[in-house]
Nanobody, 120 residues
């Protein structure tokens, strides 16, 4: 059974930092492209950062220079370091593994989400 479990969310003041972590189990971690997405109230889910199997990364313009995505193939985790947080970063953050095999769900695999609130 594939499981993605996020942690690290919380309440932080503007300018602060948080590190989100997603532990992946039940799957061959190394063959998947991965990413972090977020969904704010009343808005569509959007891509925040992605990392390919080869290590190349891509970031939403709104987080470039502030967020860093990384993986640990020993621990089977995909992390998101978030610095200089802004109120507009407030959202539920989701970990994702993109579909690779025909047996994977069409939308890939998703975690349950972790709430990040940036407020003074």
């Amino acid at each position: 059974q594939v499981q993605l479990v996020e942690s690290g969310g919380g309440l932080v003041q503007p300018g602060g930092s948080l590190r989100l972590s997603c532990v992946v189990s039940g799957i061959i971690f190394k063959i998947y492209d991965m990413g972090w997405y977020r969904q704010a109230p009343g808005k569509q889910r959007e891509s925040v950062a992605t990392i390919k199997i080869g290590g190349s990364t891509n970031y939403a313009d709104s987080v470039k220079g502030r967020f860093t995505i990384s993986t640990d193939s020993v621990k089977n985790t995909v992390d998101l370091q978030m610095n200089n947080l802004k109120p507009e970063d407030t959202a539920v953050y989701y970990c994702n593994l993109e579909r690779r095999l025909l047996t994977d769900p069409p939308s890939g695999y998703w975690g349950q989400g972790t709430q990040v609130t940036v407020s003074s």
